[in-house]
């Protein structure tokens, strides 16, 4: 994470770029407010006067790592990123693939943004409420494989999954036991504001959003 952190440092524009499925989408479950990459998008580009920064989110509702190696020419390497947030799993726990070649899919993603340069943040996404969602019982294990790719390949990790079974208050960041609402967002983008050492309530009002940490 240093070196996406030396990045901001820097006065050269930043092209970010936040990858996955209905989760990063952040389309419907929100209620017309704000995902967290639009979150992240005013703390960088207004908060932090990054003007000539981009944030862009090419995300799409259902889609697993197969679907996001089929479009990723036009949906990530035509944008030229600096950094991409990814995050996937959900919906390949769903799927019918093993977890082996989920991590060989990771890899293969992982490569494609090597290759244009581009410095990746994997993300694991937020557990499934109380494990109701009967097809997504595997989530856990797909995150744990995303957690062993990032470790091997030395790219950094925001463990949002641990982070969310961790907070006592996980119930109300739930739009229903799969996507997360308005608070839910909130609560991505902080830890990703943290993950970055950005988070700051003293002179951010993104940063103090609200999102409940303890019952």
């Not at 409420?129 to 294990?141: A, F, K, S």
């Amino acid at each position: 994470m240093e070196k996406i952190k030396s990045l901001l440092s820097e006065t050269s524009p930043i092209r970010w770029l936040f990858y996955g499925d209905s989760i990063t989408h952040g389309a419907k479950h929100t209620c017309g407010k704000r995902d967290f990459s639009e979150l992240f998008r005013e703390r960088i580009l207004w908060e932090m006067q990054r003007r000539n920064d981009l944030v862009l989110n090419s995300a799409y509702s259902g889609f697993k790592t197969v679907d996001l190696l089929r479009d990723f020419d036009f949906r990530a390497a035509a944008f030229k990123p600096h950094v991409a947030f990814v995050m996937i799993g959900t919906n390949d726990s769903a799927s019918e693939i093993d977890l082996a070649e989920y991590q060989k899919q990771l890899n293969e993603l992982l490569d494609k943004f090597a290759a244009i340069d581009c410095q990746v943040v994997l993300q694991t996404p937020p557990p499934v409420l109380r494990n109701l969602d009967e097809q997504r019982v595997r989530v856990p294990e797909f995150a744990e494989a995303a957690r062993q790719v990032a470790q091997k390949r030395n790219v950094p990790l925001i463990d949002h999954f641990k982070l969310w079974q961790e907070c006592p208050a996980e119930f109300y960041l739930h739009a229903d036991v799969l996507h997360p609402n308005a608070l839910g967002h909130i609560k991505l983008a902080h830890d990703i504001f943290k993950a970055m050492d950005i988070f700051d309530i003293q002179s951010s009002w993104v940063c103090r959003f609200y999102a409940p940490e303890s019952l």
